[in-house]
């Protein structure tokens, strides 16, 4: 006869994982007033908790719930848990998954004073185990938010033990940046704003350099007495490789701001830019162009935009 055996260990860090689960719904409800779950996975202190919302959840509210989470922790509130009737849970506005199947007795776990007098009031339809007290699940910690689906996000979580490792690990990784920032550890933050800083003030120079330059070529090369400017470009030779091509067409606009211009990439990408006209899209319909357009500007990727348009 085979024997069953509990891993103790197992279910104690389960325990503590089911109801910090209920804690952590509890805790979205006070965030975000019409969600709902949508799956969880629930393991030895580590959890996944899927939820209907909107839009991702900010930092400054996670940061919220972590806290009210810890706080109900470390308060010790007990939980409960009762059989009884379906409708007696239900006037009791009790959470569940009303459009799952429930026999007429339901089991219901609750946290909370017995007079309610608590910030943290609890109560879900429940058929797991659970801690006897808040204080038994230890600690509560965040590790990531994502997004799973349209409209549902996720939360990722440790408690108990599982968080020990997770401040491991968390050390660990501010131990080698700072080492690559030459830095102490409490001073990674400021470094890294300052290497940012430097990074974005960096670009706009190195921004304001390329305008330059391709404004200077550009004066050189485009012809300014055609009704019709027509400028093929290259990515293997520079300055232009050095530039986006939607920031190439933004300077050749400033240049020739009173030109139609075509311009047109060994890559095939191509803009027709119809300033002095305003008809690039009646342009595109006499051509059977069917690409995407405004009244003034057409581009798109056509190795046959030359023939097409008829240059």
Same mark, same amino acid.
């Given at each position: 006869? @085979? /024997?069953? =055996?509990?891993?103790?260990?197992? =279910?104690?860090? #389960? ?12 805790? *979205? ?7 709902? +779950? ?17 839009? @991702?959840?900010?930092?400054?509210? /996670? ?23 379906? +409708? ?35 109560? %879900? ?36 033990? &599982? ?29 890294? %704003? ?5 990074? +974005?003030?960096? +670009? ?13 070529? *550009? ?8 009704? /019709? ?19 190439? /067409?933004?300077?050749? #606009? ?42 003034? *500007?057409?581009? &798109?990727?056509? #190795?046959?935009?030359? %023939?097409?348009? &008829?240059?």
């Amino acid at each position: 006869m @085979a /024997l069953l =055996r509990i891993h103790s260990s197992q =279910r104690i860090a #389960k325990m503590r994982a089911h109801t910090a689960t209920h804690l952590l719904h509890y805790a *979205l409800e006070q965030i975000l007033w019409q969600t709902k +779950q949508a799956g969880s996975l629930v393991d030895s202190d580590y959890l996944r908790f899927d939820f209907a919302a909107k839009e @991702a959840l900010s930092n400054e509210q /996670l940061v919220h719930i972590q806290t009210m989470v810890n706080h109900w922790i470390k308060w010790a509130y007990p939980v409960t848990v009762k059989e009884m009737s379906l +409708q007696e849970a239900k006037d009791l506005w009790a959470k569940a998954f009303f459009e799952d199947k429930y026999g007429e007795k339901v089991r219901v776990v609750s946290i909370h004073q017995s007079d309610w007098s608590t910030p943290i009031r609890s109560i %879900e339809l429940c058929w797991w185990t659970h801690v006897n007290n808040t204080a038994q699940v230890w600690w509560f910690i965040i590790e990531t938010q994502s997004a799973v689906a349209s409209w549902i996000r996720r939360i990722s979580w440790y408690t108990g033990p &599982g968080i020990v490792q997770q401040y491991q690990h968390l050390e660990e990784r501010i131990l080698h940046i700072a080492s690559l920032l030459w830095c102490q550890p409490a001073q990674t933050p400021e470094k890294i %704003e300052k290497i940012l800083k430097e990074q +974005q003030e960096q +670009q706009k120079t190195l921004e304001h350099l390329y305008h330059t330059l391709i404004s200077t070529q *550009l004066e050189k090369i485009l012809p300014i007495d055609h009704a /019709l400017i027509t400028y093929s470009i290259s990515s293997d030779i520079e300055p232009f490789s050095l530039v986006p091509q939607k920031q190439l /067409l933004t300077i050749i #606009k400033q240049q020739r701001a009173d030109k139609n211009i075509l311009i047109h990439s060994a890559q095939w990408w191509f803009a027709l830019y119809t300033w002095a006209t305003k008809n690039a899209k009646e342009y595109c319909k006499n051509h059977w162009i069917q690409w995407g357009w405004s009244d003034i *500007l057409i581009q &798109g990727k056509d #190795k046959n935009v030359i %023939e097409k348009i &008829g240059l």
